[in-house]
């Protein structure tokens, strides 16, 4: 597995960087040992950078795996606005992975200038846990471009922010205040100022699963990319992005395996059409009708974040 550095004061991680999103809770919700089983796969076959977050719910699985295999790189996020609430982010990570050292911590679904300053204390804070030594590199997560452009501005007053996580995918899909276009500029603009750039949703929430080859391929072969998190719930599709990763044709069975319906988030009947849902999606995919909640499909990018706030559990991405 060919290995990148993260920008210019990030970490040397594989390009292929598992996101655990689809393991936790949130979409498979597999056991830890079964998590933490698929992450050693990965981790024998060269995959040593793992992306998580507080509310993946994903701690354990990536503890286990670490007994093991103590390199893995761990990328995690948080949303403190204070410095008291990201002292108690990074403490719940160091505790739940088992490990002082984090080697990205970001903050997790940041949207633009106005954002990041609302969020400056916990920013500080992670900052100065760097200087400590007890944080590798700090960015931010966003499916916005504004974010990126303002994480390159607002990023000086910290010496720079390190990392940014994007949506990033051939068509653009998911990018809630922009085209593919600008968020192909400003994560060039990103790179050109030192950012590593990790991209995310490369299958565009799973609607460009239907040519998964070339989608991956515009991703990998875009100058502004570094790395890529792919959420993979099988060693199937371990193998499967392995090989197109590392330009080959992926096995027959592997593709006959991964060929299979996307994900799609679906909403129990127990909904209470509270209408929680609609205000966390940013791709406005959810409306209430009838006292209960409907997702379109069609705009909907599987981020699962409209799941963390159902106070009834009653929407899963299967
Ligand atoms: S409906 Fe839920 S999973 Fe789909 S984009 Fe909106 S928040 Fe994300
Ligand atoms: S937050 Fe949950 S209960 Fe409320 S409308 Fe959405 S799906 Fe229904």
Redesign the pocket.
């Known amino acids: 597995m060919r290995r990148v550095r993260l920008g210019a004061r990030g970490p040397e991680v594989s390009r292929l960087c598992f996101g655990t999103l689809t393991m936790g809770p949130l979409q498979r919700d597999m056991s830890p040992q079964d998590g933490a089983a698929l992450l050693c796969y990965a981790a024998n076959r060269g995959i040593d950078f793992v992306d998580t977050a507080e509310i993946y719910g994903t701690y354990p699985h990536i503890a286990l795996a670490l007994r093991r295999h103590p390199q893995l790189k761990v990328c995690t996020k948080t949303y403190a606005c204070d410095a008291a609430e990201a002292a108690k982010s990074l403490a719940l990570a160091q505790q739940g992975i088992g490990r002082a050292y984090i080697d990205v911590f970001m903050l997790h679904e940041q949207e633009s200038e106005h954002t990041l300053r609302g969020h400056e204390e916990a920013l500080r804070y992670l900052a100065e846990k760097k200087r400590e030594g007890l944080v590798g590199a700090i960015g931010i997560s966003t499916h916005h471009v504004a974010a990126v452009r303002a994480a390159i501005r607002f990023g000086r007053n910290w010496g720079g922010l390190d990392v940014v996580h994007p949506i990033f995918n051939r068509k653009g899909l998911g990018v809630v205040d922009g085209t593919r276009a600008d968020m192909e500029e400003a994560c060039a603009q990103a790179k050109a100022h030192g950012m590593g750039v990790l991209a995310m949703k490369p299958l565009g929430g799973g609607h460009l699963i239907g040519a998964p080859q070339s989608a991956f391929g515009y991703v990998l072969t875009h100058p502004a990319v570094d790395a890529v998190a792919v959420g993979m719930q099988s060693t199937a599709e371990i193998d499967y992005n392995l090989a197109v990763f590392e330009g080959c044709a992926p096995a027959k069975d592997t593709r006959r395996i991964c060929a299979r319906a996307p994900r799609r988030a679906m ?2 009947d ?9 205000q ?1 999606c940013d791709q406005q995919a ?1 409306a ?1 009708r009838e006292g ?2 409907h997702i379109d499909a069609a705009r909907c990018v599987r981020c699962g974040y ?1 799941a963390t ?7 899963k991405i299967i």
């Open positions: 909403v129990h127990w909904c209470a059409g509270c209408a929680a849902c609609v966390r959810i209430v209960r909640a409209c706030v159902c106070p009834q559990f009653c929407i």
